[in-house]
């Protein structure tokens, strides 16, 4: 079974990595793609499209709608390739060697690939409970897709046993992860000549000053970190991510944006920690409009994903060592997924999916053989435990 797996989802691996689904864009090619090789094995699926209809969500049953089964979730958008140097088509599944190349093949089309391949032993097995399949979309810019997904999950599946959400642990179970709040800064000023500074504020000189407050804030999460809180940096994090502002050298800005992320271990509230800096915010705001009409500060939060709370001998994490065979630690990841979303909304989930999450993001990012055949092996306990 596990060879035919394996066999099974190398093209649809190669259909997948072929749609430019970077979260910019949309995935509705791929989300059709697999809406018709669904209905191909006779299984009916649900679209939950985002506002715009642009993107959208789908999940299925395969199986009996009754109580105990497993959801496989992923998400099907990618990072961006923009300015990275890859050594073969990102958009063009490719081996060398030992290790299969292309955007999202880790990150985390290889376990879609996987699920799907799976799906027409699944039907035809006839198993006494079902596998749900649940695939997301702007996993990558805050989770954002998921929560409208969840919801309907919550609604109308029969409850399951555990949730499984794939992104690349190497085939090793993760119990937790952090937290992530991400908050997008607007600073509009007033332009003049750059000589001439009293006439005017320069936005970036605002953003600057409120940058400086982050950084100030992310040394002090550094140096209250915990060195047994089991996550590697043991710390609450924060980082800006994007820059943009100014026009000229020798103009006063008018515009200047950033963006930063917090990610938080489970017990920290990032509202609490955000606060100081919200209040800074507001008082230059307060202070630049009181200079210039029609200047100021904006932070509007961008998207908060919960941290996935480690849950010791949990239904999900009890099932996914089984299947693995894992008997190490718990393990913990520094990144944020579904995951902390499925289980706010009460299932019992745990983290695994193959690949690693170091060949995440990167120019060449691989899967190796070796996981892959690991996550086939997955797949194909999972179904015998469900008959």
């Known amino acids: 079974m596990i060879a035919d797996l394996s066999t099974r989802a190398a093209p649809i691996l190669e259909r997948l990595i072929a749609f430019d689904t970077t979260s910019r864009e949309s995935n509705l090619a791929l989300i059709g793609y697999v809406e018709d090789m669904l209905a191909g094995f006779g299984v009916a699926s649900h679209r939950v499209s985002n506002d715009e209809g642009t993107k959208a969500n789908l999940y299925a049953t395969l199986g009996p709608a009754v109580p105990g089964g497993v959801v496989l979730s992923g998400h099907t958008d990618v990072v961006p390739v923009d300015g990275q140097a890859w ?16 955007r999202g093949t880790c990150d985390m089309k290889g376990f879609l690939a996987l699920a799907l391949a799976a799906a027409p032993t699944i039907m035809a097995a006839q198993l006494a409970r ?56 607007t600073v509009t000023g007033h332009e003049a000549h750059s000589s001439l500074t009293h006439l005017g504020v320069s936005a970036n000189m605002v953003a600057v000053r409120l940058m400086q407050q982050l950084a100030d804030l992310a040394d002090a999460l550094q140096q209250a970190g915990d060195p047994k809180s089991g996550f590697v940096p043991p710390h609450a ?151």
Request: charged share 20%.
């Open 130 to 185: 079902p596998v749900h399949l649940a695939f997301s979309y702007d996993e990558e810019v805050g989770c954002l897709g998921a929560p409208s997904m969840i919801r309907e999950l919550v609604r109308d599946l029969p409850s399951p046993l555990a949730v499984f959400v794939g992104e690349p642990t190497n085939m090793e179970v993760v119990t937790g992860h952090k937290g992530i709040s991400s908050w997008i800064v």
């Open 237 to 387: 994090t924060l980082t800006i991510g994007q820059i943009q502002g100014g026009t000229a050298v020798n103009i006063l800005a008018r515009h200047c944006s950033f963006v930063f992320d917090l990610r938080t271990p489970p017990g920290q509230d990032p509202d609490a920690i955000i606060a100081p800096f919200l209040a800074l915010a507001a008082g230059a705001d307060e202070a630049i409009k009181a200079q210039f009409a029609g200047t100021g500060v904006s932070v509007v939060r961008r998207s908060k994903t919960p941290c996935l709370m480690p849950d010791p001998n949990s239904t999900a994490e009890q099932l996914a060592r089984r299947l693995t065979g894992d008997n190490g630690p718990a393990r913990l990841v520094p990144y944020a997924a579904e995951a902390g979303q499925f289980q706010e909304a009460g299932f019992s989930t745990i983290i695994c999916g193959p690949g690693s999450i170091e060949q995440a993001h990167q120019p060449d990012e691989y899967l190796e053989l070796a996981q892959w055949a690991r996550g086939a092996s997955f797949m194909g306990r999972l179904i015998e435990a469900l008959r």
């Open 87 to 102: 050594s073969s088509d990102p958009w063009t599944l490719t081996q060398r060697g030992d290790r299969l190349y292309g």
